[in-house]
């Protein structure tokens, strides 16, 4: 039997969307997490940081994190990433430039690496250039 319990957190409510920020699944002594796509947005849902690209993608890193962390898992726990990019030429390298630096400081090397996937796609407000799902597994006791 598998528990399904959806999830947002203080810092990230649930959007008017009418989907939560993450799932969480139970079955045996596996958790999975499931993180909807998430961007630069702040605790009344609002953009942070229009306009400055660096910054948008580190604060959707962030807070791919914290609902991570919300939930007992940790960065390295993620086993697929996918990136959509408002317009992946401007942006593929200066997003791999962040996301190696990220990846680093949470103890995630080359050999370590989840799967991934970044593609361009036109993300929910225009004054978004990033957002990001995550999917997360981790075994318990």
Request: overall charge negative; some cysteine.
């Given at each position: 039997?598998?528990?399904?319990?959806?999830?947002?957190?203080?810092?990230?409510?649930?959007?008017e969307a009418g989907f939560p920020r993450g799932m969480?699944?139970?079955t045996g002594n596996m958790r999975i997490l499931i993180i909807s796509g998430t961007s630069s947005v702040g605790p009344k849902c609002e953009t942070m940081y229009p306009g400055d690209f660096e910054a948008q993608a580190r604060h959707t890193l962030k807070n791919i994190k914290d609902l991570l962390s919300s939930r007992g898992f940790e960065v390295r726990d993620v086993i697929r990433w996918r990136i959509y990019l408002s317009d992946i030429a401007k942006y593929y390298d200066r997003f791999n430039k962040i996301r190696d630096e990220y990846f680093l400081n949470n103890g995630i090397t080359r050999e370590n690496m989840a799967a991934s996937s970044c593609v361009e796609?036109?993300?929910?407000r225009?004054?978004?250039t990033v957002e990001i799902e995550a999917?997360?597994?981790?075994?318990?006791?």
């Open positions: 039997m598998i528990k399904k319990t959806p999830f947002n957190i203080d810092t990230l409510p649930a959007p969480e699944l139970k796609a036109k993300i929910c225009e004054d978004l999917d997360a597994l981790r075994e318990d006791g």
